[in-house]
């Protein structure tokens, strides 16, 4: 959630406290059987609840607007199947304001929160009660429709709501934000509703029987958390091959950490959704890979006959090739393919025009273009003025560049010098030209 609420987001959180509200008030309702649970259970169950919040597998979201994946997700179903409502709600809001405090989590996304899980919880709860009958097994005849409409809710009910709200603070279709939440969460919710169902069947039998579950979620996380490790570690890899490359042309030295940066700040104000921008900031770290095996002087040299310049017109092929066979990084792999491609079709190396780019390449492109003109290069004798590279992206929107990419990014340039914050330039950047200096038509990245 993002750190300075909009009027809409503010109204959004006040509509989820009356939703909560709403379920405890049907809860009370609806006539249900209410079994009666031993206090040591309830303070075992809110302890391990709370313990599993607090170490994330995941996050995604939108923009600025995050959430988190734990291994509580299925305890919370367990808790829904195996308690009364206004018992379930109550641990749940209990459990989220703790682990929230702990994280140090602002007001509105403790409350939001609160409410959310309320209300998820609250209605399972009420839909798995009223469906199911205590004399029969946890799966057997009408119980096993209870907890599959259980299931139904809960995905939904959490899917709707929180789409809702990144929907609120990224500015996008409810329902593009919508498809893409499913398309993050159904492997959690693959993963993890299932052993939820075995906890709350094991509780039935008898409560004890859970403690057996505690290998099988810690072997889940460790699991997810070795995966996330392993992305990190051949990212990590992979970048150490772009500081050698910089390290071989000083005048482009940082120029694609400063890229990342760029492209992460277009991301949030675009609102991307967190996969995709993750993979996209893989990418602008990674988009001139292929370098790494061109000649150093052919690097640092002032001009460039046609033949060497097609020589470095291959580096997007070299780069996507040497990402090919690596699995984490294909949808990264066509990116950096990609991101020399032109808006009006004139690029390389495939010719791609407009909205046949991945949005990712185009993103890159802009910020990659932008930094290379303010920065020193050997075919330059002066690098240009912020000024004067943003005059040179305005003329090229539509031809070269997205030209709503390009309205976008001058916005946050704009932004960061309204700011005095000059992080994401070169350090001998000039605002703007005191020499009448004139700007060269040719833009090389």
């Not at 259970?41 to 170490?55: K, N």
């Not at 640092?300 to 070299?318: C, D, N, T, W, Y």
């Not at 996507?320 to 808006?343: D, K, M, P, S, W």
């Not at 910020?367 to 090229?396: C, G, H, N, W």
């Amino acid at each position: 959630m993002s750190d300075r609420l909009n009027r809409g987001a503010f109204l959004y959180i006040v509509l989820s406290i009356c939703l909560a509200i709403g379920t405890f008030v049907v809860a009370r309702i609806v006539p249900l059987e209410r079994a009666s649970i031993l206090a040591v259970w309830f303070i075992m169950i809110l302890v391990c609840e709370t313990v599993a919040d607090l170490y994330p597998i995941v996050y995604f979201g939108f923009g600025n607007a995050q959430t988190e994946v734990t291994v509580s997700l299925g305890i919370t179903f367990a808790v829904a199947c195996i308690w009364p409502p206004e018992q379930a709600m109550l641990l749940v809001l209990v459990q989220t304001i703790v682990s929230d405090l702990v994280t140090r989590k602002s007001v509105d996304k403790i409350i939001f929160n609160g409410a959310l899980y309320a209300t998820v919880i609250g209605g399972t709860s009420i839909i798995y009660h009223h469906f199911a009958v205590s004399q029969l097994g946890f799966l057997e005849g009408a119980n096993l429709l209870a907890v599959g409409l259980a299931v139904v809710y809960y995905i939904v009910a959490e899917s709707v709501m929180l789409s809702c709200l990144f929907s609120v603070l990224s500015r996008r279709p409810l329902l593009e934000v919508l498809v893409s939440f499913l398309k993050m969460s159904w492997l959690d919710f693959a993963a993890l509703l299932p052993l939820g169902m075995v906890m709350a069947a094991l509780f039935t039998e008898n409560p004890l029987s859970i403690l057996f579950l505690v290998p099988t979620f810690l072997l889940l996380y460790f699991s997810l958390k070795r995966e996330k490790a392993l992305r990190s570690q051949t990212q990590a890899i992979l970048e150490k091959l772009v500081d050698v490359l910089e390290s071989k042309s000083p005048e482009t030295a940082q120029h694609s950490k400063r890229v990342r940066a760029w492209v992460e700040d277009m991301c949030n104000e675009l609102g991307m959704e967190s996969g995709e921008q993750v993979m996209v900031l893989q990418a602008a770290v990674l988009h001139d890979l292929g370098k790494v095996g061109l000649d150093d002087g052919l690097l640092r040299k002032p001009g460039l006959s046609a033949e060497e310049f097609h020589h470095i017109m291959e580096h997007p092929g070299v780069s996507a090739a040497l990402l090919e066979g690596l699995t984490l990084f294909q949808g990264g792999r066509e990116i950096v393919l990609h991101h020399h491609e032109r808006y009006d079709g004139k690029g390389y190396p495939d010719h791609l025009a407009g909205e046949n780019i991945p949005v990712g390449a185009r993103i890159i492109a802009v910020a990659d273009s932008f930094d290379a003109m303010v920065s020193m290069r050997p075919y330059r004798v002066k690098s240009l003025t912020i000024t004067e590279a943003l005059k040179i992206l305005d003329q090229e929107r539509g031809a070269q560049f997205d030209p709503e990419l390009v309205v976008t990014f001058t916005k946050l340039v704009h932004a960061h010098l309204e700011r005095g914050d000059m992080a994401n330039f070169p350090s001998a950047v000039q605002v703007d030209s005191t020499d009448g200096v004139s700007i060269p038509a040719r833009i090389q990245a």
